[in-house]
């Protein structure tokens, strides 16, 4: 019997600038509760990033990584 080899590719699905807006976040939540985003990137100095702070505790099975800009919104 032969043995077979598999390669196991994880695909992540990032949603980028959490936090620019509250339509954004609303639509970027929406996606991780139905199992379509795993990942988003917050923009630290968003209008909305207070909204963000609240609601991304509840998804703890996702990733949130802060994407910085420099010429954008309020300084931090």
């Given at each position: 019997?032969?043995?077979?080899?598999?390669?196991?590719?994880?695909?992540?699905?990032?949603?980028?600038?959490?936090?620019?807006?509250?339509?954004v976040?609303?639509?970027?939540?929406?996606?991780?509760?139905?199992?379509?985003?795993?990942?988003?990137?917050?923009?630290?100095?968003?209008?909305?990033?207070?909204?963000?702070?609240?609601?991304c505790?509840?998804?703890?099975?996702?990733?949130?990584?802060?994407?910085?800009?420099?010429?954008?919104?309020?300084?931090?």
């Open positions: 019997m032969e043995s077979a080899n598999f390669m196991i590719t994880r695909i992540i699905l990032n949603a980028d600038d959490l936090g620019r807006t509250q339509a976040n609303d639509a970027t939540f929406e996606l991780m509760d139905r199992g379509l985003l795993t990942s988003a990137t917050v923009v630290a100095t968003g209008d909305m990033i207070e909204d963000v702070a609240r609601r505790r509840d998804y703890k099975h996702c990733s949130f990584g802060v994407h910085l800009f420099l010429e954008e919104f309020m300084p931090l």
